[in-house]
């Protein structure tokens, strides 16, 4: 019903080079980029914002998928300058949004796709009523705001559960996914690998980014 799909997030990457870090991943086979954007208010730390992702998107050409991350505090504040600036999906947090059915709606009309992120203390009931007019589920393995951390297992009834839910639904997971950790991702049903330090870090991104797509596709 799914496909597996591997998107390296670029956080760990020197940002000094992020466009060449970004061609360098999908050389190496990933599917997407995960693009984190924080703005040190909603989670405790600071990386890039839209003007960001108009020069990525310059740099890279048109086919890269961009999956922006919003780990901001006001959502809804960076619908359009994240459409114009070549974003292909906005993936915003419930705990940070005050009507998700509005921003739903703005993101499509935006022409963008959308993703819905829970953090690890919000409960997969409250992601539910959402989930028939979303296009991603991102369950957080990590409490977001810095790469490198310890991926969190008793995350994976969160994906269990959605997947037996809504068959069809991309779910995505974010936060201490590689090799040591993918095999439970992917049993719990996740199809959207997010993995940060493990592949951007590893001397052989390509062999971490095939073997996660081989785990998931088993
Ligand atoms: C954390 C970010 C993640 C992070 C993943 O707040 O949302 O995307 O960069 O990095 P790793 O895979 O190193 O945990
Ligand atoms: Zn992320």
Redesign the pocket.
């Known amino acids: 019903a799914y496909t597996a799909k591997i998107g390296p997030?670029i956080?760990?990457s020197d940002l000094s080079q992020l466009g060449r870090e970004c061609e360098r991943m999908m050389e190496c086979g990933a599917d997407y980029l995960?693009l984190?954007v924080m703005d040190g208010h909603f989670?405790p730390n600071i990386t890039f914002g839209h003007p960001m992702v108009e020069c990525l998107r310059k740099a890279v050409g048109p086919n890269p998928f961009f999956d922006m991350?919003m780990?901001v505090s006001r959502p809804e504040q960076w619908v359009k300058p994240m459409a114009a600036a070549g974003a292909n999906q906005y993936t915003f947090h419930l705990e940070a949004s005050t009507n998700p059915g509005n921003l739903i709606k703005e993101i499509r009309e935006s022409g963008m796709k959308v993703g819905l992120a829970i953090k690890p203390g919000t409960t997969v009931e409250e992601l539910a009523p959402w989930a028939g007019q979303i296009d991603m589920a991102l369950v957080?393995t990590?409490e977001?705001?810095?790469?490198?951390?310890t991926f969190m297992e008793d995350m994976m009834p969160k994906v269990s559960w959605l997947r037996s839910q809504f068959p069809s639904l991309d779910i995505e997971v974010?936060?201490?996914?590689?090799p040591d950790t993918i095999h439970r991702c992917a049993e719990a049903g996740a199809n959207m690998i997010?993995?940060?330090?493990?592949v951007v870090s590893s001397v052989d991104p390509r062999s971490v980014i095939a073997l996660l797509k081989d785990v998931v596709l088993e």
Request: proline share 4%.
């Open positions: 997030s956080l760990s995960h984190d989670v991350h780990m957080m990590v977001p705001g810095f790469g490198g951390q974010d936060g201490g996914v590689g997010v993995s940060g330090s493990a």
